[in-house]
């Protein structure tokens, strides 16, 4: 069984390449990065380490590389041949690879008898294949996506497992937590799809994808934001600070309402699910910086993402959002030079004001509660950090 996977960065390799190994499949990376690709086609193996104790390690076998920019045809052939096709290159680059994909596509399914296919994006994102299939499908002429419509899928999936900074010896090395989750909705595959060991089928995805983004997500951006503020280097310092923890909890307890009352999750399950994600933040063994953390404030503060859309929705259902506001002001304060995005608020912020920056990247009005509430913590915040 063949698998080709986009992206040879540390999710790519650490999580999912690793489990589609495991499943039986040769995994072949497609990526831009030379130095990456170059050592798959000479190593045809890496380690992936595990952040615990034990510090495990696991040999990943039976894979290979493409560099998509300059081997394009060798790229195409790798998308006509798959058995499967996975994702993990950032939402933002979706678009990047899906010329690739739908010349492969077309390929595919030119041939006699096409097998059916699934293309999965596993990225931070509600949505991910969905909007992956956009790009594509874009790129298709009518006859060749109708064909598609009945051979190829694109299910949605949600992905969780933190991959720290890290700098290895061997650039195919990854570090990677023990714990993980992928889970695949099954509404939008094949019938009859051969499943993967390790990934969890569900009929109803967005309550899985909304309580990793509005927990693990939430509840990473905002301790890493406070930390910063407090002059701390790593997640773990920040975590052992207890009125940043106690505000995390605060902000997880807000988002978990909306989950239990949005979704139906059990209230008790869910509360053990937060002291999970706070235990993880605290592995001692993840050694991971907040302004990695933090980065890309923008995308954090879009009015989809981690602090906007369950603030909005707390408010919408009369629940606390003012631990997830004050998350938001944090993010305006986040002023990495090294972050563009960072440095992009910070210049809003001195030609526009706080009111409308907060609105220019949220979206929330500025009579609207939760702006306001976020305004109060920024000014508060701004006065504390002089």
């Known amino acids: 069984m063949k698998a080709v996977h986009f992206g040879a960065g540390n999710i790519g390799r650490g999580f999912i390449g ?22 798959l086609k000479q190593k045809r193996e890496y380690p992936v380490v595990l952040a615990s104790d034990q510090r495990e ?7 290979t590389g493409i560099n998509s920019a300059t081997e394009t045809e060798a790229a195409v052939q790798a998308v006509a041949e798959a058995d499967i096709i996975t994702t993990a290159v950032g939402v933002n680059i979706l678009k990047f ?15 006699g008898s096409p097998a059916p296919l699934h293309i999965i994006a596993c990225e931070n994102a509600i949505g991910g294949s969905t909007q992956l299939k956009e790009h594509v499908y ?62 969890h089928y569900v009929d109803r995805l967005e309550p899985y994808i909304e309580r990793k983004l509005f ?121 990495v030079q090294e972050d563009p995005e960072a440095v992009q608020i910070q210049q809003t912020l001195n030609e526009r004001g706080a009111s409308e920056t907060l609105t220019h990247f949220t979206g929330i009005p500025a009579d609207h509660p939760v702006h306001q509430a976020a305004i109060k913590h920024y000014e508060q915040l701004k006065q504390a950090v002089k």
């Open 97 to 111: 690879i899906a010329p690739t994909i739908a010349e492969g596509l077309k390929k595919r399914l030119s041939s």
């Open 215 to 335: 927990t693990v997500n939430t509840g990473h951006c905002s301790a890493a934001y406070r930390g910063y503020l407090k002059g701390y280097e790593l997640i773990q310092e920040a975590m052992d600070d207890q009125q940043i923890a106690d505000e995390l909890y605060g902000v997880l307890k807000e988002t978990g309402a909306v989950m239990v009352a949005k979704h139906g999750f059990d209230a008790a399950e869910h509360e053990a699910y937060i002291q999970k994600i706070m235990e993880r933040f605290r592995n001692p063994a993840l050694k991971d910086e907040v302004t990695r953390i933090g980065r890309s404030p923008i995308r954090k503060l879009s009015p989809n993402d981690r602090l906007v859309s369950p603030a909005l929705q707390a408010f919408d259902r009369g629940l606390s959002y003012d631990g997830l506001a004050k998350s938001m002001a944090t993010a305006l304060l986040f002023d």
């Open 18 to 39: 690793l489990l589609l190994s495991q499943a039986g499949y040769e995994v072949t990376f497609l990526d831009v990065n030379e130095n990456l690709v170059s050592h």
């Open 138 to 199: 874009g790129l298709l002429d009518e006859a060749t996506r109708s064909k598609a419509d009945s051979l190829v899928a694109f299910p949605d999936a949600a992905v969780d497992r933190i991959v720290p900074l890290q700098q290895h010896d061997n650039p195919l090395e990854v570090e990677v937590e023990p714990f993980y989750e992928w889970a695949v909705d099954t509404s939008q595959m094949i019938p009859g799809y051969t499943p993967i060991e390790g990934v």
């Open 57 to 63: 390690t696991i040999i990943v076998r039976n894979v």
